[in-house]
């Protein structure tokens, strides 16, 4: 679970990419699982690209979310294509579009984890909180564990 919060103290944009780690409980070397990091004292892995195609991400709204506070922009239909590279990225974009992703207070919207995205910073004063949440009905294989 990750909360993303853009502020007028914390404001960034966040240029086109696929989400492409899931949280683990420890490190366990299993074979398609690679590179390994740490981000904020828990550690992260880069699943086969097989396995990540049958995730989902949800996203709990807490905020209205349009253009003003670097809504989430979306191109439909790039979670098809596996893992992008990223020289691939733009070209994707272009040939499938963007799509705002517009929401109210309260909203829950559910995508395709490997889905390409994107989004603006927030305008002055406007904030944009969003509890992201990625799921999935499957065990990791090897000894590996869901972070909690």
Known sequence: MLLLD???DANWALGWHQ??????????EVDGFA???????????????A????????RLHLDHMDERNGALLIAPGSNRFGRIAEADIQAVVDRHG??????????????????????????????RRVVQIDLAAFDLPGGLEWSA
């Open 35 to 49: 590179p390994w990091t740490v981000k904020r004292g828990i550690v992260h892995v880069a699943p086969p690209a």
């Open 19 to 28: 989400d492409r780690t899931i949280a683990e409980l420890s490190r366990q």
């Open 98 to 127: 963007v799509e705002t992703c517009h929401a109210d207070a309260g909203d829950v919207w559910f995508d395709s984890t490997p889905i390409l995205h994107a989004s603006a910073r927030a305008e002055a004063g406007r904030r």
């Open 51 to 58: 396995l990540h195609a049958k995730m989902l991400t949800a």
């Open 6 to 8: 853009k502020r007028p």
